[in-house]
T-cell receptor, first 113, second 115 residues
Framework: QQQVKQSPQSLIVQKGGISIINCAYE??????FPWYQQFPGKGPALLIA?????SEKKEGRFTISFNKSAKQFSLHIMDSQPGDSATYFC????????????FGEGTQLTVNP | DAGVIQSPRHEVTEMGQEVTLRCKPI?????LFWYRQTMMRGLELLIY????????DSGMPEDRFSAKMPNASFSTLKIQPSEPRDSAVYFC???FGAGTYNEQFFGPGTRLTVL
């Protein structure tokens, strides 16, 4: 059972534009929501993460928006750059089982120069 | 630190052969995870260890898959016998501490192709 659904599957954005990737989860026990960035031939790397006690977290050009009631969270990349072209995965985990990350399907982002 | 090290980076084998993937976690990390990545199923957790002890192997697809961690600096994932549907990228990740919010660091992966 897929517990974290991610969309879109692919996204093309012009340089300087805003990239938005959305995720929805089912399990209300989830309490940690990280986003991972993966470049071709590399393993995923943590980009930014949020806990459900806040509605937004910003780190540089990357922002997570979190809507607990809707069970949705999204990644916004401001001023998108060609170097941001990668696959992005949302994930979720819960409490004492924080070791088990459930990943979304991934979004392949292409930023055109 | 060199990060999580995996070997080999690429493996091509024939159906029925035994495959062994290797992982060296980051020194001092006490959690180790094995993931599989495919187009159809995305990133799936196969098994994870804490202090060399397997904690959750519910993601291991079937008995053909086995994983061991004989010491804090080495783990293997073995597939015997291998099948074409095992073709995927296998990632190892490690983490320090039990905290929910502690970051998992991924290795570069092993791309397995079973012919």
């Amino acid at each position: 059972q897929q517990q974290v659904k991610q969309s879109p599957q692919s996204l093309i954005v012009q340089k300087g534009g805003i990239s938005i990737i959305n995720c929805a989860y089912e399990n209300t026990a989830f309490d940690y929501f990280p986003w991972y960035q993966q470049f071709p031939g590399k393993g995923p790397a943590l980009l930014i993460a949020i806990r459900p006690d806040v509605s937004e977290k910003k780190e540089g050009r990357f922002t997570i928006s979190f809507n607990k009631s809707a069970k949705q969270f999204s990644l916004h990349i401001m001023d998108s750059q060609p170097g941001d072209s990668a696959t992005y995965f949302c994930a979720a985990s819960k409490g004492t089982s924080g070791s088990r990350l459930t990943f979304g399907e991934g979004t392949q982002l292409t930023v055109n120069p | 630190d060199a990060g999580v090290i995996q070997s080999p980076r690429h493996e091509v084998t024939e159906m029925g052969q035994e495959v062994t993937l290797r992982c060296k976690p980051i020194s001092g990390h006490d959690y180790l995870f094995w993931y599989r990545q495919t187009m159809m199923r995305g990133l799936e957790l196969l098994i994870y260890f804490n202090n060399n002890v397997p904690i959750d192997d519910s993601g291991m697809p079937e008995d053909r898959f086995s994983a061991k961690m004989p010491n804090a600096s080495f783990s293997t994932l073995k597939i015997q016998p291998s099948e074409p549907r095992d073709s995927a990228v296998y990632f190892c990740a490690s983490r320090f501490g039990a905290g929910t919010y502690n970051e998992q660091f991924f290795g570069p992966g092993t791309r397995l192709t079973v012919l």
